[in-house]
């Protein structure tokens, strides 16, 4: 079965680091697109960044471009969101997700892991 979980969230001072990692286990059949997205309290699920995953090919949301850098590690399944200059409004619970094509939406992809929090203070 399918699995994406993800890890590396925690608190940080604003202006410091983190970096989040996905980690895939199984078959992600046509999976050609895998990406971060975040959700605060009361807010919906925004598409922080994403890459498709044969070509490295990224997208930014315009509030983290410049702060935030995905990545992925083919050999080993995983994916990561390198946070740098990390703000208040960055807070939020974050979530990797795979699918076929690089959406904004939620319905662009397939799998979802459970979210690990960030906070920035």
């Known amino acids: 079965q399918v699995q994406l979980v993800e890890s590396g969230g925690g608190s940080v001072q604003a202006g410091g680091s983190l970096r989040l990692s996905c980690a895939a286990s199984?078959?992600?059949?046509?999976?050609?697109?895998m990406g971060w997205f975040r959700q605060a309290p009361g807010k919906e699920r925004e598409r922080v960044a994403n890459?498709?995953?044969?070509?490295?090919?990224?997208y930014y949301a315009s509030s983290v471009k410049g702060r935030f850098t995905i990545s992925q590690d083919n050999a080993k399944n995983t994916m990561y969101l390198q946070m740098n200059s990390v703000e208040p409004e960055d807070t939020a619970m974050y979530y990797c997700?795979?699918?076929?094509?690089?959406?904004?939406?939620?319905?662009?992809?397939?799998?979802w892991g459970q979210g690990t929090q960030v906070t920035v203070s």
């Open positions: 997700a795979a699918g076929s094509v690089c959406g904004a939406g939620r319905w662009n992809y397939r799998y």
């Open positions: 199984g078959y992600i059949f046509g999976s050609g697109c």
């Open positions: 890459t498709y995953t044969s070509t490295a090919t990224t």
